[in-house]
DNA sequence: AATAAAAAATTGGTTGACCAAATGTTTTAT
DNA sequence: ATAAAACATTTGGTCAACCAATTTTTTATT
C-alpha cells in the first residue's frame, strides 16, 4: 500500500527558475554566447527575491550551462542546443536516481579504476591501499559496520588509478551509496568478511600488477550488490 | 617560456571556508552526524560574511558532505573519514584536469552507454538519436563547426541507455569536453566528415540490438581523440 | 566630425536587518 | 512530581540597501 505513495513535489523558487532558464534556452530564446538579463530584472519579473535568483544561476553555472561574469553579466556558454531540454532536468536530482543505476554505473568506474591501478599504482599508493585495508579489518573484526572504511578503499584504488576525472566522479556518486547502503541495509551478517578477503584478493592483483585480473575480480566483488539491487527493483515493481 | 607560468591561485574567501571545514572534518573535530557552528557563529570567527559561509555550505552540500536542515542546523554527513583529506579538494576543481584524463574517462563512459543503448533503446529512442544524427549531419554538409551537435548525439546515446546515473556524469563532464575541444582545435578538416560516417555505423549496431559491437564501434570513434590527446601531452613535457 | 575624457547608469558582489520555523527554557496546571 | 503549555532564544531563509567594478552615455576638446 505505502509503495502507491508518491513523493511530493516541492517546488522550490529555484527550481522554477532554473525551469525557466531551461525552457528559454531549450527553446532557443537563448543561445550560447548571449547574456541573461540582469539579476534584478529576472528577479522583478519573476516576482522572486534576487538571492533565489543568484542561487539559480550558481546552480546552473556549476553545470557549465552559465558563466558569470563579474560586474559584467550572465552569459549562456553551455551546449546550447534544443535538445537541452529534459537532460537538464535530471542532471539536478542524482540523488533520486534509482539504486540499480547507481550500483550499475559504479561497477563500470571501480572496474576500470581497479584495470587502472594494476597498471599505474606507485608504491605509495600500495600504503595507501594497505592502510585503508587494514583500517576496514579492524573494523570487521570487532563486528562494528564498517560501510565508509569499505568505500575508502575503493577510493584508494581510483586514487592509484591516476585519473582525476574518474576519481571525481566516483567521489561524486559516492555519497549516494553510503545514502543508500544504509538506508536498504544492504550489508547483512557475513557479508563484511566475505567482503574483505575479496579486497585482499583484488589488493593482490593490483601490487602484482595484474590489470584484468584485478578488474575482473572487482566485478565479482561487485556483483553480489549488483544482484541484491536487482532483487529490490523486482520486489517493487 | 610560456609553459613555465602557473594560474596564480586566486582563493576566494569561501574557498578558504571549504577549506576550514574540510580541515576540522579531516581532522576529526567534525564526526557524521556532528552539527556544524550556526552560521552566524562561523562568519564572525571567520570575519566574514555570512553570505560566504553560506555560499561554502551549499557547495559543501551539493557533495554530500554536509546536510543543512532548515531552521535547525547543518550536519555532516559525508563519509567522514580522516583519509578524506586531499580527495575533497580535486573534486572541486574537475576543469583542471588534465585532458587526457577526460578523454579516456568519457571513453569509458561512452563505450558502455553504446552497450546498453544497444540492448535497451525504444523506438522514441532511436528517432532521437536519428533526429541528432541528421541535426550533424545538415551542419558538416554546410561546412559549419558541429562540435556541439556532435556532442548532443552522444548524449542521445547515453539517454538510450537507460542509465541516469550513467548520463550524469556524461552531462558532468561534457562542458569541459566542449572547452577542451574548441581550446585545442582538436576538430580539424576531415575529421568531420569520418566522424559523420562513424556515427551512423555506431548507430546501425545500436538500431539492431549489437551491443559488442555498437561499443566496439564506439571505442574505435573515440580513440582518434585518445591518440591527440596523449600527443599534445607529450608535447607539453 | 572624431576622439578622448568624464559622468551617469548598470552590473554582479556583499552586507546587515528582518522573518518564520525549530529548539530550549521557564512557567503553570494537574 | 510530572506533564503540558507559554515564552524566549537560536536557527536557516529571505529581502532590500549599499559597494565597487564595468559598461554606456554624455560632454568637452581638438
Same mark, same amino acid.
Given at each position: 500500500?505505502?509503495?502507491?505513495?508518491?513523493?511530493?513535489?516541492?517546488?522550490?523558487?529555484?527550481?522554477? =527558475?532554473?525551469?525557466?532558464?531551461?525552457?528559454?534556452?531549450?527553446? +532557443?530564446?537563448? %543561445?550560447?554566447?548571449?547574456?541573461?538579463?540582469?539579476?534584478? $530584472?529576472?528577479?522583478?519579473?519573476?516576482?522572486?527575491?534576487?538571492?533565489? !535568483?543568484?542561487?539559480? *544561476?550558481?546552480?546552473?553555472?556549476?553545470? +557549465?550551462?552559465?558563466?558569470? /561574469?563579474?560586474?559584467?553579466?550572465? =552569459?549562456?556558454?553551455?551546449?546550447?542546443?534544443?535538445?537541452?531540454? +529534459?537532460?537538464?532536468?535530471?542532471?539536478?536530482?542524482?540523488?533520486?536516481?534509482?539504486?540499480?543505476?547507481?550500483?550499475?554505473?559504479?561497477?563500470?568506474?571501480?572496474?576500470?579504476?581497479?584495470?587502472?591501478?594494476?597498471?599505474?599504482?606507485?608504491?605509495?599508493?600500495? *600504503?595507501?591501499?594497505? %592502510?585503508?585495508?587494514?583500517?576496514?579489518?579492524?573494523?570487521?573484526?570487532?563486528?562494528?559496520?564498517? !560501510?565508509?572504511?569499505?568505500?575508502?578503499?575503493?577510493?584508494?584504488?581510483?586514487?592509484?588509478?591516476?585519473?582525476?576525472?574518474?576519481?571525481?566522479?566516483?567521489? *561524486?556518486?559516492?555519497?549516494? =551509496?553510503?545514502?543508500?547502503?544504509? $538506508? /536498504?541495509? !544492504?550489508?547483512?551478517?557475513?557479508?563484511?568478511?566475505?567482503?574483505?578477503?575479496?579486497?585482499?584478493?583484488?589488493?593482490?592483483? *593490483?601490487?602484482?600488477?595484474?590489470?584484468?585480473?584485478?578488474? %575482473?575480480?572487482?566485478?565479482?566483488? /561487485?556483483?553480489?550488490?549488483?544482484?541484491?539491487?536487482?532483487?529490490?527493483?523486482?520486489?517493487?515493481?
Amino acid at each position: 500500500m505505502l509503495k502507491n505513495f508518491r513523493e511530493i513535489a516541492v517546488e522550490t523558487p529555484v527550481d522554477k =527558475i532554473i525551469g525557466q532558464i531551461r525552457g528559454l534556452i531549450s527553446s +532557443g530564446q537563448l %543561445n550560447p554566447g548571449d547574456r541573461l538579463p540582469s539579476e534584478r $530584472k529576472l528577479a522583478e519579473k519573476l516576482g522572486v527575491g534576487r538571492t533565489h !535568483v543568484r542561487d539559480a *544561476i550558481a546552480k546552473l553555472e556549476f553545470y +557549465g550551462i552559465l558563466k558569470t /561574469l563579474p560586474q559584467s553579466g550572465t =552569459i549562456v556558454e553551455g551546449i546550447g542546443i534544443t535538445a537541452l531540454e +529534459g537532460l537538464i532536468t535530471d542532471v539536478l536530482k542524482l540523488e533520486e536516481s534509482e539504486f540499480v543505476d547507481l550500483v550499475e554505473t559504479r561497477t563500470l568506474l571501480e572496474t576500470q579504476a581497479a584495470r587502472m591501478a594494476a597498471q599505474r599504482r606507485t608504491t605509495e599508493d600500495i *600504503i595507501n591501499m594497505k %592502510n585503508a585495508l587494514d583500517a576496514y579489518e579492524a573494523k570487521v573484526r570487532n563486528g562494528l559496520p564498517a !560501510v565508509e572504511e569499505d568505500l575508502l578503499f575503493h577510493l584508494t584504488i581510483a586514487e592509484a588509478g591516476r585519473n582525476t576525472v574518474l576519481k571525481s566522479l566516483m567521489l *561524486i556518486i559516492t555519497p549516494d =551509496i553510503v545514502k543508500n547502503f544504509t $538506508k /536498504l541495509d !544492504v550489508c547483512k551478517d557475513g557479508r563484511f568478511y566475505r567482503s574483505l578477503e575479496e579486497h585482499k584478493v583484488i589488493l593482490e592483483y *593490483i601490487v602484482n600488477q595484474k590489470p584484468e585480473l584485478a578488474a %575482473n575480480a572487482m566485478e565479482e566483488h /561487485l556483483q553480489d550488490v549488483t544482484d541484491y539491487s536487482k532483487t529490490l527493483k523486482e520486489n517493487r515493481d
